[in-house]
Each structure stands twice: as C-alpha cells, then as structure tokens.
C-alpha cells in the first residue's frame, strides 16, 4: 500500500507591526494641558510630553517583539523540514530494501539466499545489470517555491536501486576487456544464485577462464533447463536460449541482442535498450571472488545430478528381513535405499508441497513392504486426506486391513479413534504372555500411514492425541506411524515429532521447514518442475547428512504381483470392527447374545473398545427412554422393535380420541399399568390437540412419566422444545435419530461432533456412542398381534336408551329431519314452538334443538336432565358447559365426525357416536 505524501513545511509568515497606541499617547497630553489651564502652572505642561514618549516606547517594543517571532518561526520551520528530510530518508530507505529484496544483484544474493521458484528463467525473466537511479512511490505535497519543488524532485527520485532488463535473447557487455569479464562474472553468478541446477544451465568454452566452471550449473544441462551461453566476440554461436556476450569496445552487437551494456570503468556503465539509455553502476566481480562463490555452491547438486531420472518399483531388489520391515523404496547415488520402519524408526515422517510426489513416495513404501512381508507379519491402516484417491489402487493388498478417507468423516473419527483400543488391547496380549516386545507373541505389526495429517487435525483437532500415545507406546506394540504432511512446522508436535527418528522429505517451500525434518536447507534447495518430481532426502538415525534419492514408481502391475503372491494368505484381522449396517434384523440375532427378559433397542458402537455390544432396555426396572427425530428417521421402527419382544406392551395410538382415552385410563391407576408404554409422536399428539386439550394431555403425560414406577416408557417426538422438552426431560435417557438441522441437533441436547445430516434411518446417537436400532417388519408385528391398547371407551354407535333424549345441536330442523330417517322407531321432535309433553309410555321421543331453544324451554330441560339422556354435539362444547354445567373437560370427541357428549343422571360426560350426523362435513 502507498504511504501517505510527506506534507512540505509552509513558509514562516512576516510577524505583523503592533499597532501604534496614538490614543493612549493622547491621554497624557490631554490631561496635561487640562492641568496647566487649571492651575496655571507650566510645569503641568510636562504631562504633555508622556505621550510622544509613549508612542516612541511602543514602536521599539513592537520591532524587539517581531524579531523574536521570526526567530522563532525560523526555528520551527527548520524543525519541520528536518522531520520532513528524515522521513524522506526513512521511506527511501524501507522502498529501497524492498527493490534490492525483489530484484537482488550476486552481492543480495550472497548476503540472503534468494527464494527460487520452480519455474525455469525465460525470456521475460528480468535480471540486475547494475544500480541506478529510478522512480519513488514518495509524493510530497504543499508548497510552490524553489526549495518545495526541489524537495518534490527528490521525492520521486530514488537512488541507488537494481536497474533490470529483460534476459530475452541475451545481453552484450562492451567495453576494457577485464572490466567486462568482471561485469559478466557478477551478472553470471546473480543467475547460478537465483536458479536451481534443474532450471539454469551454464554452456561456454572459456568458462574455465572467467572462474564459473565451479558452479554445478556447468556440470551438464539438463532437460528442460534454460541454457545460458558465455562467449567473446567472434566466438561460433551455440544452442543456448541465451548469451552474455563479451565484446571490446568497438565491436558490433551480435543480432537478437537488445540489451548492450557499454562499461567506462568499474561501478561505471551505461546501459541502452530499445526503451532508452540510462546510466547505471555495474556490478563487478573478480575472478579469485568468483571461484569462492562457486565453490561454496559447488555441493548444491553434486549428489542429485548422479540420481537416476527415473526408477520403477519393479527394478528394485527387495531385502528379506527376520525382525523389521526393510523396504527399497527408491535409488540412490551408488545403490537402493533402503528403509526400515521398526530399525531406522519406529515412527516416520515424510514431506513435501504439493506436486512434489508425496503420495507416490508413500504407496510405494507401502507396496515395497507388502512385497517382502505377508499378512501374518504385517497389516497396513491406510488414512487419505487429500481427496480419498491416492491410496484406492492399494485396496487390493491383501496386507491392507482398511483405508480411510476424509470423505467419510464419521468413518474416519471411528478409524481413528480405534487405534486406542488397538494399543490396549496388543497391551493385554503382551502382558498375558508376559512379553515385553511384539516379536515374541507373533502378532503382525500395524504400520498407519496417513497422507496429509495436516488436514486430518484441522477436521479432528482431538485425534492428535492419539497419534500421540501411538508414537509414545508404539514401538513395543509393533504400531508404527508414517506421517505424511506438506509442511512439519507447526502440524507435528515435539512431542510426536521426538518419537519419529526417520525423516524424509521431497521439495518444500521454506528453509525452516526443511531444516526441522532433516537439519538442513536441502529440501528447500530442491529443484522445481516435472522433472524433480520424486526427488527426495532421506534421514535415518544413522545418517550424518541427508541422503539423496529417486523414488520409485508403483504401477498397477506392481500391485497385482503382490496380490497374487499372498493370495493364499489369511485374510488380516482389522485393527477395528466393521461398522454399523443399516439394517440390523432382530430375527438374525443369536439367543446367547440376548440377554433374558431384556428388550433388544439396537447394537451399539464402541470403538473405543473394540465393541459392538447389543444395546437393551430392562422392563420394569428402566424408567425409559425419549427417542427424537425427523419423519423417515426410524422412530416408529424403534417402537416396533420393542413390542414386539414384549407382550405385555401398549401402544398409544396415534387416534386422538383414542389417544385421549389411553392416557386418561394411564393417569386413573384404575387398572394395572403395563410393563412397556410405548407412544409415537408426542410432540404432534399434543400439539394436533385444541390448546386446552393439549395442556391437559400433557400434565397427564408428566404425571404418568413422574409417576410410572414398574413401568419402562418409550417416547418419540420430532423436536424437545416447550411443553414436550418438559415431558421428555422426566426420562432418563435420549437418543437423537437424524434431526432436521443441525440446530434442531444441539436443541434437542446433541453435541455438535453427533451431528450427521445423512444419518441412515434408525441410526441413533445415544449419549456419545452409535447405535442402529434392530428392525422387525411391520406384518410380523400385525400377525402376532402382541400390541395392545389401553382400556378406553368403545366408540360403538349411538342407540336411545331412555324414554326420551335431549340433542343440543346448531341447525336443528336438518338435524331432525336425518334423526327422524336414523331412527325410525322414534319419534323426532324439533324444539320450535311449544314444549311438547313427555309420552308416559310409546316410542321413545328425541327432542332436537339449538342452545337458545332449550334455554327457552328450561323446564324440559331439566325434566330430560335428570330423568333420561341428554346430548350435546362436540361442536358445542360450550353448550356442555352452560346448559350441563359441566366443568371439566369431556372427552375429547372430533368435531364435523358424528361425535357427542352423552349425560345420563350424574354421571360424566362419554363419548358417543351418532352414526347418522357423521357423514356430514
């Protein structure tokens, strides 16, 4: 970002002249002349003469005064100007670190090594012919005189900063001929610096003479690299991709050149392009400095120039091994290299960035082990975090026991997480036969590779820990860890990184990294491009320096020979069980494995102890459970499940009248309450409700549960929230199916790590463990017939019982006239006019009428009321209340469904169906 403009000190302005104090001059004259006509006297004519003095007082005050405000201003001006100098000096300075950090000459590049790319130099690439003069980014503002505009001037000039060109064909040096070589040597050393061996290619006859035969560049080019040519005037052109050409004074400029330098003398030259000519300080070197700078390089690429360019995995004789997992994973400078995860380990680390050829290095180590070493001496845990491809092709490994990726992230937490139950139980092995190493029992060892264990904390920062114990504990247990990761700084801890000993890397980015894997720059000096793919350092414990390598390639044939060398192999035991199916069927468990006179809820996951134990209720001494979900989750399933290993079960049905009468009977205690309640949809059985039916279902719901003591209560619901949370917190367990959201999750008391948007149905996180919930099919359950209701009124169809019935309906005419055809056998009456006297004896007599009518006809009413039956339709309930003076709540009866309110003496209200007024909508 720009910096603001420096603001340029305004001139001082001229202190203004006090004014002249001619009244206060005047006064004394004045008074004085006012004296001298009072009394007479001359001498009071000397007033008078106070005020010339005082004006002449006044001017000499007023100039002192003025002579110190300029002064003054003078200084502060000068304060200014040296404030606005030192900041100018301070912002060239930062911009010109920052030009020669960009844009360094050989002398930067010794100072700093520069930072090399992977890209190759071009024609584009800009190089460092000298220093010079060139433009600042410093604005100054304020001002217009001369000493302003010079200040300005120097603003946007900036001095002593690296003059670039573009390397484009080449460049010619003219000039004194040792002046020229000097000049040539630095601009040819500046490239070797900034270029890697694989990018930059030295090619000239008299490189000898000029002192850069020393630097690896000029060992032998390589494919791909730019090819940078040294020659004198009339030298024969070579095959480069560009020159520096050293001519004489006079000579001509060979064609395609369009960069000439032209060198006065040292630190004097002028440069001409086609964009003009400057005046630049060139750089010089001499050649007694050239030679130390090449040999101190000189062991930058010794050993990588003598790999080969390419190695198969087949071409590599792999050792046999007793007691380790020696593997030949690459070649060397002389031979294979050959590592061994138990000897040089027990634990690994590999880096590289990206494209550097990371993965490939791990599946063939992989696949060099597997070669040599069968099942029965090794199983592999394979963990991909880069996208769940690299390790796919390994599948087919019979040592391989399981490969996760990140794709899976709940498979992968379980994978993990597993290993700790693993170290545990080769602990108990090992203390039964009272070993103290894994080579005297004679289980295979467990070698876990994981590629990109950056990514695999960043989604499971806890899971460090067991990587951790494993790398602790590891190398007695036969667990050994291959960590694969782009950069170690600051993703592998002390103290992981303390129990990995065996350390390779292939290309990194920064020297610190390198330097933390394997003590030294190397890996950072690593060349980039396709052709230094492979290339890598390896440490073992017993290496004082890095060792060189080309890494080998596994190809598909590779991995089918190994598969069909152990084809005959027992299959591994995996470090873990499988997970959980989706559908567990409750016909295909074992009696054993039942518990007696437990109900089966599902098989629960317990990775941490290598355990899928069934997960049961116990009738009569659990108190419950509270199942929540979506719709299509498994909650209904659940309770099938359930009832059907119980037989002394009742379901509360979904009905709501139904419903209604089973909680009613439930919170009476006038029966014997059943071993198993089950009820589905809590939530919607309660909020279907009319809000004062709703609340009073729910305070029966919570004496029941509260109360329930001998009973086991399963409930299901699609939320916990308001009254239902209440009624769901009074169990003492819950498990969550698949919720809606994730936030549905966390309000219905999940944790956010349960949270699984494509949870599979009947799969239900109780308390922090997994648990698929066994499944019976819906006929078996119909055809045994196991599930029963709770006592509650029959809704058989209505019929009169007494002499004559009462009916409190709107629309009493129609509703006659349907009576009169319902029941043939009785007289029909609808209250609109007289009160109609009660027969003593005949058909019985239904008398039909609004509200308003039998308040007209109160002594009927009350007549009917206490001698016969009296109905009221559940669309006016509150007719039951005024006209019955019912208080509380009736049954609960559908509206528009042919339902009613029957009263008989003093007796509360039941429900009752009219069959005839139920078709009506």
Request: net charge negative; proline share 7%.
């Amino acid at each position: 970002m720009d910096s603001l403009p420096i603001a340029i000190p305004a001139e001082p302005a001229p202190p203004r002249r006090p004014p002249t104090p001619f009244v206060a001059a005047l006064v004394p004259v004045v008074a004085g002349v006012v004296l001298w006509l009072v009394t007479g006297s001359l001498y009071s004519l000397c007033f008078a003469a106070l005020g010339p003095l005082m004006i002449f007082a006044s001017l000499i005050d007023g100039a002192r005064s003025r002579r110190r405000a300029h002064r003054l201003a003078e200084a502060e001006n000068a304060m200014a100007w040296s404030s606005a100098e030192a900041l100018l000096a301070q912002l060239h300075d930062d911009e010109r670190q920052i030009h020669w950090h960009r844009r360094p000459d050989a002398a930067s590049c010794l100072v700093q090594s520069p930072l090399r790319g992977p890209d190759a130099p071009e024609v584009g690439t800009e190089i460092v012919v000298g220093s010079g003069t060139a433009r600042s980014g410093v604005r100054a503002m304020g001002g217009d005189g001369e000493r302003e505009r010079e200040f300005r001037s120097r603003c946007g000039r900036l001095e002593n900063v690296p003059i670039t060109v573009a390397l484009g064909s080449g460049v010619a040096l003219r000039g004194a001929r040792p002046i020229v070589e000097a000049a040539a040597r630095a601009l040819t050393v500046q490239m070797c610096l900034r270029f890697g061996t694989a990018q930059l290619t030295l090619i000239g006859d008299h490189l000898e003479e000029w002192g850069v035969s020393g630097f690896p560049h000029a060992r032998a080019a390589r494919r791909g690299s730019f090819r940078l040519g040294m020659a004198r005037g009339g030298d024969a052109r070579k095959a480069t991709d560009g020159t520096i050409w050293l001519l004489a004074r006079d000579d001509e400029v060979p064609e395609g050149i369009t960069t000439v330098i032209d060198v006065v003398e040292p630190h004097r030259a002028t440069v001409r392009t086609p964009e003009g000519i400057v005046e630049v300080a060139v750089e010089c070197l001499s050649r007694a400095q050239t030679v130390v700078v090449a040999e101190s390089r000189a062991d930058d690429a010794e050993e990588l120039d003598a790999l080969p360019t390419g190695v198969r995995l087949e071409d590599l004789v792999q050792p046999v091994s007793q007691t380790g997992l020696s593997a030949a994973i690459g070649r060397g400078e002389r031979d294979d290299l050959i590592l061994d995860i138990v000897d040089d380990g027990p634990h690994a680390i590999v880096t590289g960035t990206t494209g550097s050829g990371k993965s490939e290095l791990l599946v063939s180590w992989v696949t060099a082990i597997a070669s040599a070493h069968g099942p029965e001496r090794v199983i592999f845990v394979l963990a991909d975090f880069k996208g769940g491809t690299a390790f796919e092709p390994l599948r087919i490994l019979p040592q391989v026991a399981a490969v996760i990726t990140d794709l899976d992230e709940h498979g992968a937490r379980r994978g993990v997480s597993s290993l700790t139950a693993e170290l545990r139980r080769r602990e108990t092995v090992l203390a039964a036969a009272g070993a103290r190493d894994i080579g005297e029992v004679g289980m295979p060892r467990l070698v876990i590779v994981v590629d990109e264990f950056a990514a695999l904390l960043q989604e499971h920062t806890d899971l460090g820990v067991v990587f951790t114990d494993i790398a602790a504990r590891g190398r007695a247990l036969g667990m050994h860890l291959i960590l694969g990761t782009q950069r170690a700084s600051g993703v592998i801890r002390d103290a992981l990184a303390a129990n990995c000993p065996l350390r390779l890397s292939l290309r990194v980015g920064e020297a610190a990294d390198s330097r933390a894997v394997i003590g030294t720059d190397a890996a950072a000096d690593l060349p980039g491009g396709v052709e230094s793919r492979g290339l890598a350092l390896a440490r073992r414990p017993q290496d004082t320096e890095p060792v060189p390598l080309r890494v080998a390639l596994t190809g598909a044939a590779d991995l089918r020979a190994v598969s069909m060398t152990w084809a005959g192999a027992k299959a591994p035991q995996s470090p873990w069980f499988p997970a959980l199916p989706s559908v567990i069927p409750l016909a295909e468990l074992s009696r054993a494995e039942m518990a007696h006179g437990d109900l089966v809820l599902g098989r629960a996951d317990d990775p941490d102890h290598q355990r899928q134990p069934l997960e049961v209720l116990s009738v009569g001494s659990d108190r419950g459970i509270a199942l929540i979900g979506a719709p299509g989750s498994g909650r209904t399933s659940a309770l099938r499940a359930l009832a059907g290993q119980h037989s002394d079960s009742v379901w509360v049905s979904r009905d709501p009248e139904l419903a209604w009468d089973a909680v009613v009977s439930l919170a009476s205690g006038g029966a014997p309450r059943p071993g198993l309640v089950l009820c589905d949809d809590i939530d919607a059985q309660i909020n279907e409700l009319p809000i004062e039916y709703g609340q009073h279902l729910a305070q029966l719901w919570e004496q029941i549960l509260r109360s329930g003591t001998g009973t086991t209560f399963v409930v299901t619901a699609t939320r916990a929230a308001g009254q239902v949370g209440r009624l769901l917190d009074s169990l003492p367990r819950r498990g969550l199916l698949r919720m809606p959201s994730r936030i549905d999750h966390l309000a219905a008391g999940g944790d956010s790590d349960g949270y699984d948007r494509d949870r599979p149905p009947g799969r239900l996180r109780l308390g922090d463990r997994e648990v698929q919930i066994v499944w019976v099919p819906e006929e078996r359950l119909r055809s045994t017939g196991v599930v029963r209701a709770p006592q509650s009124a029959e809704r058989l169809a209505w019929s009169p019982r007494s002499a004559a019935t009462a009916l409190v309906t709107p629309g009493s005419s129609v509703v006659a006239e349907v009576m009169a055809r319902a029941y043939p056998e009785c007289e029909v009456v609808s209250l609109s006019g007289e009160p109609p006297a009660l027969p003593d004896s005949g058909r019985p007599r239904i008398l039909i009428g609004e509200s308003d009518a039998w308040q007209r006809h109160w002594a009927l009413w009350q007549r009917i009321r206490g001698e016969g039956e009296v109905l009221v339709r559940a669309e006016s309930a509150t007719d039951l209340r005024q006209l019955a003076g019912v208080r509380e709540i009736p049954p609960y009866a559908k509206p528009h469904a042919g339902r009613a309110w029957s009263l008989s003496g003093d007796s509360a209200p039941r429900r009752v169906v009219i069959p005839a007024l139920a078709d009506r909508r």
